[in-house]
């Protein structure tokens, strides 16, 4: 039976289906506590608006690191929060509840979110692998004998399988995921025009103009960042030809790991992940031209799944 919540758990961001509604939200997985008094103030995109606007009176606090629970109490009450929101004026009272997680996480790192989502209340909880539930959004039957490989790139981790007969054959991850890109172009910056960024400014660049592949059409975006020796503030103009510059080495950590894993994939279900190519998901994924160098490194086509945002929350709603 379909969940009546699905819940993707991101380091980044936490997105959530409803049964029958479709995905309902998508907010940072953050939480503004006040400095002095460790009071939680705000959750969400409100906690990021609170903390943009702090005069330093709040902290920031990310529950979900690389995907996992990295304190339980706060989890659990990120969750709830979540759940609460998400459901509006429907009233379950106790739902069904899916909770993806990465593939590589260890026992003690599923009971913790096992433990967070019960804790709200749900009526049965089901942690689901996200390369499971990335194939799943993307309308891959998983339960043939057929091979389907999955590289899910998020924000703090990059999660690698192979899938047959409903489960995963052999996985892989990295910690090099889209908060690493983030970092990279930061440092670029700073390394090349000896000018400061945020990591918000090196997120919009990496929408607006991150690329991994030179031969791609040449587009630009115009910053404010800060001159480090100066402080004051200076305009920059950056080319997508100097992102994939700024992305090389973490593009490079990442298809170590994606290479690693097909390694280790018996040869009869390599050669199904060779004639359909290996699917891509998740935020990472739209960075242009991942696919051909992918394709052009480790000789497997590289697909883009159809929404690679929501593959991973729609897989864990409607997973079986």
């Known amino acids: 039976m379909i969940a009546d919540i699905g819940i993707d758990l991101g380091t980044s961001s936490i997105v ?6 479709g995905v309902v939200l998508k907010e940072p ?18 906690a990021k608006v609170a903390l943009n606007q702090s005069t330093g009176d709040l902290v920031a606090v990310r529950p979900l690191q690389n ?11 990120l969750i709830r929060f979540f759940v609460q929101k998400s459901l509006g004026k429907l009233i379950f009272k106790k739902p069904r509840l899916n909770v993806s997680i990465p593939s590589t996480t260890t026992e003690v790192e599923r009971r913790a979110v096992y433990e967070a989502a019960k804790a709200i209340g749900a009526r049965e909880v089901t942690l689901v692998e996200e390369p499971i539930a990335a194939a799943v959004g993307a309308g891959i039957d998983i339960s043939k004998a057929s091979g389907n490989m ?32 983030d ?4 440092n670029y910056v700073r390394r090349k025009y000896d000018a400061l960024i945020g990591d918000t400014i090196a997120e919009d660049i990496k929408i607006k103009i991150g690329t991994a592949y030179h ?4 587009e630009t975006t115009e910053i404010n960042g800060r001159d480090i020796a100066t ?5 920059i103009t950056l080319s997508s030809v100097e992102m994939a510059e700024a992305l090389r080495e973490p593009i ?10 097909l390694e280790e994939t018996t040869p009869e279900l390599a050669t199904d992940i060779l004639e359909r190519g290996m699917l891509l998901s998740g935020g990472g994924s739209l960075i242009r031209g991942l696919d051909r160098i992918i394709e052009k490194e480790i000789g497997v086509r590289a697909v883009l799944v159809p929404d690679p945002l929501k593959s991973v929350v729609i897989g864990t709603g409607s997973y079986v």
Do not use: C, H, W
């Open 252 to 261: 490079s950590q990442i298809m170590e790991a994606i290479a690693k894993v």
């Open 231 to 235: 402080g004051i503030p200076k305009k």
């Open 67 to 77: 995907g996992v629970i990295t304190d339980y109490r706060v989890a659990e009450r």
């Open 16 to 21: 959530v289906y409803v049964k029958n509604k």
């Open 183 to 186: 970092a990279a172009i930061v």
């Open 215 to 218: 031969d791609m059409t040449e």
């Open 150 to 181: 999955v590289v899910d790139i998020g924000g703090g981790i990059t999660d690698i399988a192979v899938i047959s007969l409903g489960g995963i054959v052999v996985k892989g991850s990295t910690k090099v995921a889209g908060n690493e890109f």
């Open 29 to 46: 997985s953050l939480m503004a506590f006040a400095r002095d008094t460790n009071e939680m103030k705000e959750i969400g995109e409100d």
